[in-house]
């Protein structure tokens, strides 16, 4: 039954378990440096044009990506710190990760929605790496860098939230869940 008690028990278990993730996981066991990994990894995987690597300064880890093409009928090549790519993931991946854990389903399914999602979220990387190489070619070819893709789905605030939020809503919910909540409706 989905009583008000439920959907505010799930908005408070998000947000303990998101702020849990953000301030406490990931600091104490240095994930940011496996996120750093799984970037540069799926970047060398995915793009040719670019050689990523993670470089690590002090107690911090960035995803630095050296991208090749060609500028004006010349071959050049460049460093491109991916920063943005990084924390705007990440948080994107956190906010997926809290959704789907704070469900009141069993432990499976929550476990397949949690596989499924991460799927989904390294999906959302691929073309997120992609949108932030073209956003950096446009820079420094010299064009405004106004790729609408990068912007929008790398720098708003929104976006950061929709994308994880659109794909909670496709690996966590069954077609029988939206009919009963289609029938209480009525």
Known sequence: MLTKKTILLFFAKCLILYLLLAFVAIPALKLERGASAVIA????????????????????????????????????????????VEEAWLFSFLFMVSLILALPFHWKRVLVSLLLGILGMWIYLAFFIKWSIKYACDVVA?????????????????????????????????????????????
């Not at 060398?44 to 670019?50: I, Q, Y």
């Not at 860098?145 to 950061?160: Q, T």
């Open 41 to 84: 990894a799926t970047g060398n995987a995915l793009f040719s044009n670019t050689k990523w690597k993670t470089v690590t300064e002090g107690s911090k880890h960035t995803t630095v990506a050296n991208i090749m093409t060609t500028l004006k009928g010349k071959r050049i090549s460049f460093d491109s710190e991916m920063k943005t």
């Open 142 to 186: 010299g064009q405004s860098g106004d790729n609408l893709m990068s912007g929008v789905l790398a720098e708003n605030i929104g976006y950061l939230t929709i994308v994880p939020v659109f794909i909670w809503v496709l690996v966590a919910f069954r077609r029988s869940d939206w009919r009963q909540l289609a029938a209480k409706m009525k």
